[in-house]
């Protein structure tokens, strides 16, 4: 149990450390500026609309709707979570 403990602590503070307020950044996902990896990253993770493709994305991203995603900064181009606004 002792070990358990320590294992708990240590990964609470390196995941505290991890997701610390200067270590991540909220920016809008977009054709315009985001890389070919991160919109890769958005359709293949997307989960609540089945068979998102690129061009459905693109269309999506259109007439007030924007996608935000947290990164990482050591992991700039692979958003952490992305969330979809529309206004």
Same mark, same amino acid.
């Given at each position: 149990?002792?070990?358990l ?9 390196? &995941? %505290? ?9 909220? =920016? ?12 890769e990253?958005?359709?293949? =993770?997307?989960?609540? &609309? ?5 061009? *459905?994305?693109? $269309? =999506?991203? $259109? *007439?007030? =709707?924007? &996608?935000? %995603? ?7 181009e ?10």
């Amino acid at each position: 149990i002792s070990a358990l403990t320590e294992a708990d602590t240590a990964t609470s503070k390196w &995941l %505290g450390q991890f997701y610390a307020h200067d270590q991540v950044v909220l =920016r809008p996902i977009n054709f315009a500026t985001s890389s070919t990896a991160t919109i890769e990253a958005v359709v293949d =993770r997307e989960k609540v &609309l089945s068979s998102v493709t690129i061009d *459905n994305l693109k $269309s =999506r991203l $259109s *007439n007030g =709707r924007y &996608l935000y %995603g947290l990164f990482h900064k050591d992991i700039p181009e692979d958003p952490l979570v992305f969330v979809h606004i529309v206004l």
